[in-house]
C-alpha cells in the first residue's frame, strides 16, 4: 500500500534533485529519505528513481506517480481540513426525523440555538411518527430520530442510544359546549358514550388499551394523524379526544377545551440515535440541544 508520507518525500526528491537536498526540505536525516524511498519502491514493485553518481532522476513509473502525487496529497489535505472542521463543529451534517407534534414545537428550539452556536452545522428534516422513525434510524435514513413511547419503556430500543427528554401527558379535548367542558377533571370512563377522533396509529392503540381498562371500547368516527384536524373536528362538536400536551402548545383550541383525564397517561418522548453516531461532534450537540429545549 502506498503511504502519503512517501509520496510527500518522493515529490521533494523529485523536486531537489537528491536525497540530502529533499532532507533539508523536509526536516529530516538523508537516510529516513532513503529508506522511506526503498518502502516506497517495495510497495510500488518497480524502480522509481536511477541514481547516477549523486544526481537522481526519475523512471517512467517514477513519473507517473509524482504526477499523480500532486493530485493525492492535496485531496488528502483537503479531507483532513474537512474533517477537522466536522469534528470541531465548523461543518457537519444531520439528518433529523421526528413526529409532527416535536417538529412544532421542540424542534425549531433546539435547532434555533444549535445554529447560533454551530452555523457551519447543517440540518435537514423530515416528519414521520414511530416506529416508521425509529426504522429510518436503523436503516441509516437519518442520524438523529425523535420518538415517543407509552408506559413502561421495552427492549424496542434495546440496541439505540436513548436521550430522554419529558414526560407528556395526555389530556382530554371537548366541545365547548359539551357537559364536561367546564370540569377541572374527567374519568375517561364518562366520555364512553362519546364519538371519539383518534390520532396516530400508536396514540390510537393507546386510546383503546386505556378506554379497554376503563370498561368501555371507544367508538371511533375519525382517525387522523394531523392534530390540528384533530383539534377542528372537536372544536366543530364532531366528537372528543385525548391527545398529548404537547401537540397542544402550537395549535389554538378554536371552538373546543381541555380537561385533565383520569387516569393519567404519559408518552415518554426521547431522542434516538445509533451508538456510533452518538460519537459524532454534530449529533451529539443536536441531542444537546433537543434536550434543552425539553428542559424550557
Do not use: N
Not at 436503523?138 to 427528554?165: K, N, Q, S
Not at 367546564?182 to 370512563?189: E, F, L, Q, R, Y
Amino acid at each position: 500500500m502506498i503511504e502519503a508520507r512517501h509520496l510527500r518525500v518522493l515529490r521533494a526528491v523529485a523536486a531537489t534533485g537528491s536525497f540530502s537536498a529533499a532532507a533539508r526540505e523536509l526536516g529530516c536525516t538523508q537516510p529516513a529519505v532513503s529508506q522511506q524511498m526503498k518502502a516506497l519502491e517495495a510497495s510500488a514493485g518497480t524502480p522509481l528513481l536511477v541514481r547516477t553518481g549523486r544526481e537522481m532522476r526519475l523512471t517512467q513509473a517514477g513519473e507517473a506517480l509524482v504526477r499523480h502525487a500532486a493530485g493525492i496529497l492535496a485531496g488528502l489535505t483537503a479531507a483532513e481540513e474537512e474533517v477537522a472542521a466536522i469534528a470541531g463543529l465548523r461543518a457537519g451534517r444531520v439528518r433529523l426525523v421526528s413526529f409532527s407534534s416535536g417538529s412544532s414545537t421542540l424542534v425549531p428550539t433546539a435547532l434555533a440555538a444549535l445554529r447560533a452556536a454551530h452555523p457551519g452545522t447543517r440540518v435537514s428534516l423530515v416528519e414521520a411518527e414511530p416506529p416508521r422513525s425509529e426504522e429510518m434510524l436503523r436503516e441509516g435514513d437519518c442520524d438523529v430520530a425523535l420518538a415517543f413511547r407509552y408506559g413502561a419503556g421495552g427492549t424496542e430500543w434495546a440496541d439505540l442510544v436513548v436521550r430522554p427528554l419529558l414526560s407528556d401527558r395526555l389530556v382530554g379535548l371537548v366541545p365547548e359546549g359539551h357537559r364536561l367542558a367546564d370540569a377541572g377533571s374527567v374519568s375517561i370512563a364518562d366520555l364512553a358514550d362519546e364519538p371519539w377522533i383518534a390520532g396516530c396509529p400508536r396514540c390510537r392503540r393507546q386510546l383503546v388499551a386505556v378506554c379497554e381498562e376503563s370498561g368501555f371500547t371507544p367508538r371511533i368516527d375519525f382517525a387522523t394523524d394531523d392534530y390540528p384536524a384533530v383539534v377542528g373536528l372537536v372544536g366543530a362538536g364532531l366528537g372528543v379526544a385525548v391527545l398529548p400536551e404537547l401537540a397542544l402548545e402550537s395549535v389554538v383550541p378554536k371552538g373546543a377545551r381541555t380537561v385533565a383525564v383520569e387516569p393519567s397517561v404519559h408518552r415518554e418522548i426521547v431522542a434516538l440515535t445509533l451508538p456510533d453516531l452518538a460519537q459524532v461532534p454534530a449529533v451529539a450537540a443536536t441531542l444537546d440541544r433537543l434536550a434543552l429545549a425539553a428542559a424550557r
